[in-house]
């Protein structure tokens, strides 16, 4: 069995040395010199300073909007079955969402199905709680993505004919 020792060395502070002397006079000074009344309005002045920060905080709190979040519940992910996601609200956008699951999702993701009602474009943002499918083409039944593609196509070509 090995004993380790060590030396300790024990400090005391000297209030008696020279280098704090003038410290302590200057703080003796002060005590002495310093009335209740003098103490009383110093006491004041402070609370009067942190009551005008205060007001100041709250005033600039207030300049600044909060964010409402939503709740997005995502289906159908492959390596997690649900998913649910904090999102801010009029903000956040399917896209956003897929990014924060995987860049497979980001990558190969058509159109974002809301609710199981509506397709939604990619890059539009969410306006309230829903559950949300990303759609690929490489789907089961990929007819509905084929022709959210080819309407996107036909305003394309229409938009380009028109030159």
């Not at 502070?13 to 703080?27: D, E, G, M, V």
């Not at 499918?133 to 084929?146: T, Y």
Request: contains cysteine.
């Amino acid at each position: 069995m090995f004993q380790f020792k060590r030396n300790i060395k024990v400090f005391r502070f000297n209030y008696q040395h020279q280098a704090y002397q003038p410290f302590f006079s200057t703080l003796s000074k002060l005590e002495s010199s310093t009335s209740i009344e003098q103490l009383w309005e110093r006491k004041n002045l402070i609370k009067k300073k942190n009551e005008l920060f205060d007001k100041e905080k709250q005033k600039q709190k207030s300049f600044i909007p909060r964010i409402e979040k939503i709740e997005v519940r995502l289906k159908d992910i492959k390596p997690h079955p649900d998913v649910t996601l904090m999102m801010n609200k009029s903000i956040s956008t399917p896209f956003n969402c897929a990014q924060h699951v995987s860049e497979l999702y980001t990558q190969r993701s058509i159109v974002a199905f809301i609710d199981e009602k509506h397709y939604w474009d990619m890059h539009r943002p969410i306006d309230r709680s829903c559950t949300l499918q990303f759609k690929h083409f490489k789907d089961a039944n990929p007819s509905e993505v084929n022709k959210i593609f080819w309407r996107s196509c036909s305003f394309l070509l229409g938009m380009v004919s028109s030159f």
